[in-house]
């Protein structure tokens, strides 16, 4: 279906292209109030970007990839996987879930499937990575219930 490979300047002009095509689809991919990627990104800025996200990569802090089709010919959009980070204190989301996954796909990838590519991911990262949960907030979860989830309180089942 698809084939990943880190983040990093390698797809520059790749990623480039498919952000500056698709950034207002893909500011509702990281939550209602993000502004990423500004309407009219630069090279430049999308450059850093990457940069930034491969230093993170090879820090261990957080994993972006780029999503590139079986042949690896043609760039489909991004993966990102990184620990539920959060102001609040105590997120119950921490609970239930050690990391937080966003995947975005290039409209000029119509081809592709987000429900598909959403199946594919849930099931590499349950088979691959040692994270006891991962939530895709804004695709399994509403992004209204997964900033109420932060302040419920998980009650424990009494035993019998």
């Known amino acids: 279906?698809?084939?990943?490979?880190?983040?990093?300047?390698?797809?520059?002009?790749?990623?480039?292209?498919?952000?500056?095509?698709?950034?207002?689809?893909?500011?509702?991919?990281?939550?209602?109030?993000?502004?990423?990627?500004?309407?009219?990104?630069?090279?430049?800025?999308?450059?850093?970007d990457l940069n930034r996200h491969e230093r993170e990569f090879h820090d261990r802090k957080a994993f972006a990839y780029s999503?590139?089709?079986?042949?690896?010919?043609?760039?489909l959009g991004c993966v990102y996987i990184k620990a539920l980070k959060?102001?609040?204190?105590?997120?119950?989301?921490?609970?239930r879930f050690q990391a937080q996954a966003f995947f975005w796909l290039s409209s000029s990838q119509h081809q592709v499937n987000a429900n598909q590519t959403l199946v594919a991911l849930k099931n590499w990262l349950r088979n691959s990575w040692p994270f006891r949960g991962v939530a895709f907030p804004g695709r399994e979860i509403d992004w209204q219930s997964w900033e109420r989830m932060a302040h419920e309180v998980q009650h424990a089942t009494p035993e019998a």
């Open 67 to 75: 999503m590139l089709d079986s042949s690896g010919l043609h760039y």
């Open 86 to 95: 959060s102001k609040i204190d105590p997120d119950f989301r921490k609970t």
């Open 1 to 48: 279906m698809f084939q990943l490979q880190v983040l990093s300047a390698k797809y520059a002009k790749e990623d480039f292209a498919a952000v500056s095509a698709s950034s207002a689809e893909i500011r509702n991919v990281f939550g209602p109030s993000n502004d990423w990627p500004p309407e009219h990104i630069s090279f430049e800025e999308n450059l850093a």
